[in-house]
């Protein structure tokens, strides 16, 4: 029997199943900010013949978490 007002079990699932991503989509936004801070900080910390490695791999760390932070709709909100 459906009861106006009360969730059916199938849209209480759903609800769950909604945060579960959204959570997940939170901490790979903050797993991608962390690896881009720490790819960035050694590049700073690095010795000159790994220059040009570490800018790579700092590039691509950063280029990822942007990406990341586009998708999730906060492309704008640094600005």
Not at 10 to 34: I, S
Not at 35 to 48: E, F, R, S, V, Y
Not at 49 to 56: F, G, I, S, T, V
């Amino acid at each position: 029997m459906i009861v106006p007002g009360r969730k059916s079990l199938g849209d209480a699932a759903l609800g769950a199943l909604e945060a579960e991503l959204l959570n997940e989509k939170v901490e790979a936004l903050g797993r991608a900010g962390r690896a881009a801070q720490d790819a960035l900080k050694a590049l700073a910390d690095g010795d000159a013949d790994l220059r040009e490695a570490r800018l790579d791999t700092a590039a691509g760390k950063v280029w990822n978490f942007m990406v990341q932070r586009e998708l999730r709709g906060f492309a704008n909100a640094m600005r």
